[in-house]
T-cell receptor, first 110, second 109 residues
Framework: DVKVTQSSRYLVKRTGEKVFLECVQD?????MFWYRQDPGLGLRLIYF???????EKGDIPEGYSVSREKKERFSLILESASTNQTSMYLC?????????FGPGTRLTVL | GQNIDQPTEMTATEGAIVQINCTYQ??????LFWYQQHAGEAPTFLSY????GLEEKGRFSSFLSRSKGYSYLLLKELQMKDSASYLC??????????FGAGTTVTVRA
């Protein structure tokens, strides 16, 4: 079974803090994705990566950056957290068509 | 932008059938996915349609009409454990997916 893990299930941070969300997959997948999920808006793609050190902006990249130094690990960085970044963050990985999701990190920015 | 519409909520009785519709207007189309997401959990893959027609997988079936920009997910013999959100997603280009807002299905005894 594909396993995608995220470093925290719940996280509370203060406005202006730098926040790191980590995602690890164990299936040697090429592609990895970061989404945020908000009520009524569905999942929206922030960034994705199709190879080590390669990244591409998704639909809502503003205020976020990413890092992929190793194939199995994809990090989402909030350089200076703001209250409008309070959300559920979901990581996914895929080899070809199907994306497999991690359990999510619920981030609250106070 | 991409436009993917599905109903917000549906309620059905245990043992019944429910059909969740999804209409889309997107800049590209390379297939349509359905995912199931229980509250507080990760979305899990249900089906993937690339060609027109019906794909059946046990109690769940998914239909696609590319000319109409339309898909549905059919859930038969509903069980309480089917209470969840169902997400429609279009593979627009490459490996990028655009998601609808999701349909919350509540199964009542």
């Amino acid at each position: 079974d594909v396993k995608v893990t995220q470093s925290s299930r719940y996280l509370v941070k203060r406005t202006g803090e730098k926040v790191f969300l980590e995602c690890v997959q164990d299936m040697d997948h090429e592609n990895m994705f970061w989404y945020r999920q908000d009520p009524g808006l569905g999942l929206r793609l922030i960034y994705f990566s199709y190879d080590v050190k390669m990244k591409e902006k998704g639909d809502i990249p503003e205020g976020y950056s990413v890092s992929r130094e190793k194939k199995e690990r994809f990090s989402l960085i909030l350089e200076s957290a703001s209250t409008n970044q309070t959300s559920m963050y979901l990581c996914a990985s895929s080899w070809e068509d199907t994306q497999y999701f991690g359990p999510g990190t619920r981030l609250t920015v106070l | 932008g991409q436009n993917i519409d599905q109903p917000t909520e549906m309620t059905a009785t245990e043992g019944a059938i429910v059909q969740i519709n999804c209409t889309y207007q997107t800049s590209g189309f390379n297939g349509l996915f359905w995912y199931q997401q229980h509250a507080g959990e990760a979305p899990t893959f249900l089906s993937y349609n690339v060609l027109d027609g019906l794909e059946e997988k046990g109690r769940f079936s998914s239909f696609l009409s590319r000319s109409k920009g339309y898909s549905y997910l059919l859930l038969k013999e509903l069980q309480m454990k089917d209470s969840a959100s169902y997400l429609c997603a279009v593979r627009v280009t490459g490996y990028k997916l655009s998601f609808g807002a999701g349909t919350t299905v509540t199964v009542r005894a």
